[in-house]
């Protein structure tokens, strides 16, 4: 891995060339035997439970008189995990993206019962364009850490964010991103509830996924075509083979919970 920050232009390819594979398919229901998980296909990485527990500690931090109703999904991707969300909580969904090949997936995948209750926007992290203090709670999977300035980002999200409103994010440390997150949580205007250490599932089911989609690489080649080889190469840098270091092995993650003060 190298420590070039992902552009729009990165993920709007990342989006634009995703395709539908059975066997990736297969593999990731294999190792997660979640069915909720794999129909939410998040570009993120999820672990069974991960979905209910953002879901209960957003249901118990949340000022219950708030007057907004809004979840917002920073780095929203195709959007389904804050769908999904915004549906559990009885919120109206405001996602957020810096690709418009993946807001404009967000949009057309919306399912029935949320229209009129979505909102996608092509934004970046430090500058949403959201009203001040006109969202209820807020998330951000896998993407926060990409931010170009994280104390930025978390300012943008102090601002948008009513009083007392929670935050919950994931983010990853390892020698490309060493940001001290908490801290950084802290200075743009949160109370920090908690960071739970996640690595060992992470790197439990990332192992597993990466193993299984190298030993079955040919299939995948045959299936895919030329779109197996980026695949493969996510593959290979995870697993550390050719000689080069583990991205798993090296690579821990976190969920950090927030309060905005």
């Known amino acids: 891995m190298n420590s070039r920050v992902p552009t729009p232009e990165d993920y709007d390819r990342i989006y634009r060339q995703r395709t539908r594979s059975t066997i990736l398919d297969k593999i990731v229901a294999g190792i997660l035997r979640n069915p ?3 129909r939410l296909n998040c570009t993120g990485f999820l672990a069974p439970g991960d979905p209910e527990n953002y879901r209960e500690t957003i249901r118990q931090w949340m000022p219950k008189h ?12 195709s959007g389904r995990l804050g769908v999904w969300l915004a549906q559990q909580l009885g919120l109206n969904l405001v996602g957020v993206d810096f690709s418009p090949v993946a807001i404009s997936q967000a949009r057309r995948l919306t ?37 170009t300035d994280p104390h ?6 102090s601002r948008v964010l009513v ?19 908490p801290r950084l949580t802290r200075t743009a ?20 996924k990466h193993k299984r989609r190298w ?42 919970s927030a309060i905005r003060r």
């Open 66 to 77: 708030a007057r907004p109703t809004a979840l917002l999904d920073l780095g929203c991707g």
């Open 163 to 181: 009083a007392r409103a929670p935050l919950i994010f994931t983010y990853y440390i390892n020698s490309d991103s060493q940001h001290d997150w």
């Open 36 to 38: 909720r998980i794999t």
């Open 111 to 147: 399912v029935d019962s949320m229209r009129n209750k979505e909102t996608f926007l092509v934004a970046s992290f430090d500058s949403t364009g959201i009203q001040g203090r006109s969202i209820a709670a807020a998330f951000s999977l896998d993407a926060l850490y990409l931010a």
């Open 189 to 208: 205007g949160f109370d920090v509830i908690s960071v739970a250490d996640c690595t060992e599932s992470w790197r439990t089911h990332m192992r597993e």
């Open 215 to 256: 030993r079955r690489r040919r299939a995948l080649q045959k299936e895919l075509g030329q779109r197996a080889v980026g695949e493969l190469s996510v593959t290979a840098s995870m697993l550390g083979l050719g000689g080069r270091p583990s991205y798993i092995s090296t690579t821990f993650r976190y969920v950090l």
């Open 152 to 157: 930025a980002a978390l300012r943008e999200i």
